[in-house]
């Protein structure tokens, strides 16, 4: 049974939780980007209101390199590439400095977490801020990438550069699926933050965490996939209002 908290005093509950926690892992996914000023994909304001899904297929990708690449950069680089961690994000890097989260898998491939300061992040999706060749498999940072033709193509064999996150119809990337799966066996507490998990499979991450025990606390705007079916303990809110009143709270118990 999902317990809802609203008030100071439950959240302090959380705090303790937290707090006394031997292992947490934070699993994060768009809504936690949201205050940054990134839309999620669904829902009111969504990416997908505006562009089409297709544009992200890799079979579309490799068909039509750049028309994707136009939607890609406009998207993920014009837009992305200016935005700012907020306070989620900030509170977490600060609690992984302190020891209180041991590691944080994200959907996300905005890379603010790494961006505001956390260091054990498995990105479970990838990261907008590499690029990769198809052909040759080399790597390319997005600042020694050239976007003004499209598609951008491989300094050394010329191969199609392709963002280093994955597409619809990609696997997960292996080192960042293992690690998840690991940190998820481990921890004895598992904070969502943001994500309505419907995405597979990364959405199968928490419920690894809850078959071996961890406590499930999850914070987002609007019950989810894992409310009232493995959530302990709901905090309804913003991430960057209730993360930073969690920390206070922490503070104070210390
Ligand atoms: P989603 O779009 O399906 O759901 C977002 C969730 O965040 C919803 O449950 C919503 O209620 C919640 N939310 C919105 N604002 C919030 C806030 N301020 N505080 C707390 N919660 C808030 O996102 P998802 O579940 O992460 O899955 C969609 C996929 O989209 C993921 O695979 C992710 O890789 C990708 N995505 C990533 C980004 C990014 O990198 N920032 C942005 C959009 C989508």
């Not at 025990?213 to 991430?239: F, Q, W």
């Amino acid at each position: 049974m999902t317990e809802f908290l609203h008030n100071n005093n439950q959240l302090r509950k959380i705090a303790k939780l937290i707090a006394s926690s031997k292992y947490c892992v934070a699993f994060t996914g768009a809504g936690v980007s949201v205050e940054s000023g990134i839309p999620p994909f669904r829902g009111e304001g969504g990416l997908w209101n505006r562009y089409d899904p297709q544009t992200l297929e890799l079979g579309y990708f490799f068909e039509q390199p750049d028309k994707s690449w136009e939607v890609i950069r406009e998207i993920f680089y014009n837009f992305f590439g200016k935005v700012d961690p907020n306070k989620a994000h900030l509170v977490l890097a600060d609690w992984e400095n302190r020891g209180l989260v041991k590691a944080l898998i994200t959907q996300n491939i905005d890379n603010l977490h790494q961006q505001s300061g956390s260091k054990e992040v498995y990105d479970f999706h990838g990261n907008a801020m590499r690029l990769v060749c198809v052909v040759c498999e080399s790597y390319v940072s997005i600042e020694d990438a050239e976007l003004s033709v499209l598609p951008p193509r491989c300094k050394g064999c010329t191969g199609l550069l392709k963002p280093d996150f994955i597409f619809f119809g990609e696997g997960i990337p292996q080192l960042a699926y293992s690690k998840s799966v690991e940190a998820a066996s481990q921890c004895d507490l598992m904070l969502i933050i943001g994500t309505a998990g419907e995405v597979s499979p990364a959405n199968q991450i928490p419920i690894i965490a809850k078959n071996k025990g961890a406590v499930i606390v999850e914070i987002n705007l609007e019950p989810s996939a894992y409310t009232n079916r493995i959530t302990d303990y709901y905090l309804s809110g913003k991430a960057g209002e209730i993360m930073p009143q969690l920390d206070a709270l922490i503070k104070e118990c210390a």
